[in-house]
C-alpha cells in the first residue's frame, strides 16, 4: 500500500523529501484531473494527497467520488476538507474506529 500526492511542486516537494516515490505535478486544472485519475486506477495506491484548495478546483462529480472513496482515502491538507474528519476518513478505511 502505498501514498500518492498530487500538487504543484512547491507542495509535492516536501513529501519527496520524506521519501513518498508516487508524487506528480498537476499545475492546471485538466493536468489535475487527468492526475487523479491515473491515480484512482493505480491499485498500489492507498492513500492520495490533495492540497485543500485543489479539491475545491476539480469538478464537483469527481470531487464526490473522492469524498466517498474508501480506496484510496483521500487526504486534503490545508483549507476547508470538505466532508469528513480525518477521524472519519480513518474509521471508514480501516473498519473500526482507532479513537475508541
Do not use: C, H
Not at 10 to 27: H, N, P, S
Not at 37 to 45: A, G, P, S, T
Not at 81 to 88: A, I, T, V
Request: no cysteine; hydrophobic share 45%.
Amino acid at each position: 500500500m502505498e501514498i500518492a500526492v498530487i500538487g504543484s511542486e512547491e507542495f509535492i516537494l516536501g513529501f519527496r523529501l520524506a521519501g513518498v516515490r508516487k508524487t506528480y505535478v498537476a499545475d492546471t486544472d485538466a493536468r489535475l484531473v487527468e492526475r487523479i485519475n491515473q491515480v484512482l486506477d493505480d491499485r498500489d495506491v492507498g492513500i492520495l494527497v490533495l492540497k485543500g484548495s485543489d479539491m475545491e478546483r476539480i469538478p464537483l462529480r469527481l470531487r464526490i467520488t473522492l469524498e466517498n472513496s474508501v480506496r484510496p482515502t483521500v487526504i486534503a491538507i490545508g483549507g476547508e476538507e470538505s466532508g469528513l474528519s480525518m477521524r472519519e476518513r480513518i474509521k471508514r478505511s480501516v473498519g473500526v474506529d482507532l479513537w475508541k
